[in-house]
C-alpha cells in the first residue's frame, strides 16, 4: 500500500547541512501497524511529514496505493492528503470556530465521503456523543485528542499517521486513546504508522522500526 524508498532529505541549518533522512526505506500494507521510535532529532517526525505529503524528501520515491507521491506537485499533494491520509498530531490541529461534530464532520466533507452512519459510530465509540455541540476549547485534553483522533479518520483514509498521539496525555489517559486509536483504525483498514517515544506504546503495534542516523533499524 506504501512503499518508500531511499528517502533522502538534509535541512540546510545555521552550523552547515544536516542530512536527516540518508536513504530511509519502508513499506506499509493495509491494516499495518508500525511504530516508529528514536532519539530526540532522529528525524522521526520529518519522515512522517515526508510520508504524508505535509513536507517533501529531497530524493527518493513514495508510492501510496500505486501514486508516485513524489512526481506530485503542491495542489496534488494536498488532494492525497485531503482524500487519503489521516493524521494526528501531539498538537491536535482541531479548528477552534468549529463545533465537535463540525470538526469531524468537515473532514469527511472535505474528502468528498460523507457518511453519516460511520461519523454517528465514530462519535459513539470516541465517547463524543454528548459533546456534539461543544467546541474544542470546552473539552479536556484526553476529549480534545479523542476528536482529533476522529479528524483523523472521518474520511477513512487509506494511511494514518500519527506523531506522538498521546504524548500530552497522563498515562492511563494516554493508554485508553491508544486503544481507542488502534482499534479504530483497524475497522477502516487502513495502513497505520505511529511516532512514539514510549517503548510500551510501540510494543503494542504489528512491527516496530527505529530511525538512527538517518537510516530504519
Ligand atoms: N525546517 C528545519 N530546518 C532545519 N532543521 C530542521 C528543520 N526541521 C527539523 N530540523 C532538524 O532536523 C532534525 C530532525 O528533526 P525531527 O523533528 O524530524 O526529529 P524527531 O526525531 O521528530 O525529534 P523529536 O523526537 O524531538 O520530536 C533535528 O535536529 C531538527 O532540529
Same mark, same amino acid.
Given at each position: 500500500m506504501l512503499a518508500a524508498r531511499d528517502l533522502r532529505k538534509t535541512y540546510q541549518t545555521g552550523d552547515g547541512p544536516l542530512t536527516v533522512l540518508d536513504g530511509v526505506s519502508l513499506s506499509l500494507d493495509a491494516g499495518e501497524s508500525v511504530a516508529l521510535t528514536g532519539e530526540s532529532g532522529s528525524g522521526k517526525s520529518t519522515l512522517l511529514h515526508c510520508i504524508g505529503c505535509l513536507d517533501t524528501p529531497d530524493a527518493g520515491t513514495l508510492m501510496l496505493n500505486g501514486t508516485a !507521491?513524489?512526481? %506530485?506537485d503542491e495542489g496534488g499533494r494536498a488532494e492525497i492528503r485531503r482524500r487519503h491520509i489521516g493524521v494526528v498530531f501531539q #498538537?491536535?490541529?482541531?479548528? &477552534?470556530? %468549529?463545533t465537535v461534530a463540525r470538526n469531524l464532520s468537515f473532514q469527511a466533507r472535505l474528502a468528498d465521503r460523507e457518511d453519516p452512519d460511520w461519523t454517528r459510530h465514530l462519535t459513539d465509540r470516541l465517547g463524543l456523543s454528548g459533546l456534539? *455541540?461543544?467546541? &474544542? *476549547?470546552? !473539552? #479536556?485534553g484526553g476529549q480534545q485528542q479523542r476528536v482529533a483522533i476522529g479528524r483523523a479518520i472521518a474520511a477513512r483514509p487509506d494511511l494514518v499517521l500519527a506523531d506522538e498521539?498521546?504524548?500530552? %496525555?497522563?498515562e492511563d489517559t494516554a493508554d485508553a486513546v491508544l486503544s481507542l486509536l488502534l482499534d479504530l483504525v483497524a475497522e477502516t483498514g487502513a495502513g497505520f504508522l505511529m511516532v512514539t517515544h514510549s517503548q510500551r506504546h510501540a510494543a503494542r503495534l504489528g512491527r516496530q522500526l527505529t530511525l538512527s542516523a538517518g537510516r530504519l533499524a
Open positions: !507521491l513524489h512526481d %506530485l #498538537s491536535l490541529n482541531l479548528i &477552534p470556530s %468549529l456534539g *455541540e461543544r467546541y &474544542p *476549547e470546552q !473539552l #479536556s498521539p498521546t504524548g500530552n %496525555l497522563d
